[in-house]
Nanobody, 118 residues
Framework: QVQLQESGPGLVKPSQTLSLTCTVS??????????WTWIRQPPGKGLEWMGA???????GYSPSLKSRTTISRDTNKNQFTLQLSSVTPEDTAVYYC??????????WGKGTLVTVSS
């Protein structure tokens, strides 16, 4: 069973960089055919796909967030990370990491709330 766990600060100040790590167990992030994504949900709003890193290490980002988002990975630790720069209170959300196949997001982390506030 694949498990994902988000970790990182729960409070970030405006203009700073939000950094989160997703630790994966039960499966390798380099296994062919899988992508590893970050998705967020602001309070009272829907889910927003932020970006992904696939098994080969290639990345893709939401056009609306591309200028501020970096997704990277540490294959030795079986982790992938999200960095979101120049945050504002509008970036307050529950952040999820998830595994994606060709047809579904099949495993999700529990999510972590990040609040942007001074």
């Amino acid at each position: 069973q694949v498990q994902l766990q988000e970790s990182g600060p729960g409070l970030v100040k405006p203009s700073q960089t939000l950094s989160l790590t997703c630790t994966v167990s039960g499966g390798s992030i380099t296994t062919s055919g899988y992508g590893w994504t970050w998705i967020r949900q602001p309070p009272g709003k829907g889910l927003e796909w932020m970006g992904a890193i696939v098994y080969s290490g290639s990345t893709g980002y939401s056009p609306s967030l591309k200028s501020r988002t970096t997704i990277s990975r540490d294959t030795n630790k079986n982790q992938f990370t999200l960095q979101l720069s120049s945050v504002t209170p509008e970036d307050t959300a529950v952040y999820y990491c998830a595994r994606v196949t060709s047809s579904a997001y099949d495993f999700w982390g529990k999510g972590t709330l990040v609040t942007v506030s001074s």
